[in-house]
């Protein structure tokens, strides 16, 4: 069964700066998905950026971009210009595609600060 | 376009009693999911169904049933609610197409809903 790794409960940026967020997972598998979601304060479940295994590129997405090291099984989120908008837990998740049903499997969640 | 949408978004119940969580979404999709969320925890899932007419469990399914009763709509039910059960639940979906590497299989959420079982 695959495992997702976030090691940082809580993390604080200030406002305009840059911060990154740490995930690791465990994997036997060769393909698969990686997601970033953002849960702000109304709990809602946003996609902020998601990365295909296969792909060499780093995924990226306006201010948000990823590491996607795939030796190292790690997928961090790196948030640029940060703003007070982006204050929220973030979630990282995995999602196999060489099992059928698109089941994600979720890190615990860091919590994110932003300060101004 | 609502995407998914949840009801209700909040529900007391004592333990013992029933009810149902409804999910519908209006994107066509064929994969809706089930998740739960505890407090300092990922999402969990709890159910799921890869297309009209077939469910599966998923990683956490004990106390729960669900219907797809059509392509729109996915419900969990709670038969005799437990304690353990008080949680926020999700309802998601996604355009699943096994193989394919299309933008679609990215899983919407719904808003939540909060549940306390006294």
């Known amino acids: 069964a695959q495992t997702v790794t976030q090691s940082q409960p809580e993390m604080s940026v200030q406002e305009a700066e840059t911060v990154t967020l740490s995930c690791t997972y465990d994997?036997?598998?060769?393909?698969?998905?990686l997601f970033w979601y953002k849960q702000p304060p109304s709990r809602q479940m946003i996609l902020v950026i998601r990365?295909?295994?296969?792909?060499?590129q780093n995924a990226t997405e306006n201010r948000f971009s990823v590491n996607f090291q795939k030796a190292a099984k790690s997928f961090s989120l790196k948030i640029s210009d940060s703003q007070l908008g982006d204050a929220a837990m973030y979630f990282c998740?995995?999602?196999?595609?060489?099992?059928?049903?698109?089941?994600?499997?979720f890190g615990e969640g860091t919590q994110l600060t932003v300060n101004p | 376009n609502a995407g998914v949408t949840q009801t209700p978004k909040f529900q007391v119940l004592k333990t013992g009693q029933s009810m149902t969580l409804q999910c519908a979404q209006d994107?066509?999709?064929?994969?809706m999911y089930w998740y739960r969320q505890d407090p300092g925890m990922g999402l969990r899932l709890i159910y799921y169904?890869?297309?009209?007419?077939?469910?599966d469990k998923g990683e956490v399914p004990n106390g729960y049933n669900v219907s797809r009763l059509n392509k729109r709509e996915f419900s969990l039910r709670l038969e005799s609610a437990a304690p353990s059960q008080t949680s926020v639940y999700f309802c998601?979906?996604?355009?699943?197409?096994?193989?394919?590497?299309?933008?679609?299989?990215?899983?919407?959420f719904g808003p939540g809903t909060r549940l306390l079982v006294l």
């Open positions: 998601a979906s996604s355009e699943e197409v096994y193989g394919s590497r299309a933008a679609q299989e990215t899983q919407y």
């Open positions: 994997t036997s598998e060769s393909d698969y998905y």
């Open positions: 990365q295909e295994a296969y792909k060499q």
């Open positions: 998740a995995y999602r196999s595609q060489e099992t059928s049903g698109s089941r994600l499997t």
């Open positions: 994107m066509n999709h064929n994969s």
């Open positions: 169904s890869a297309s009209e007419g077939t469910t």
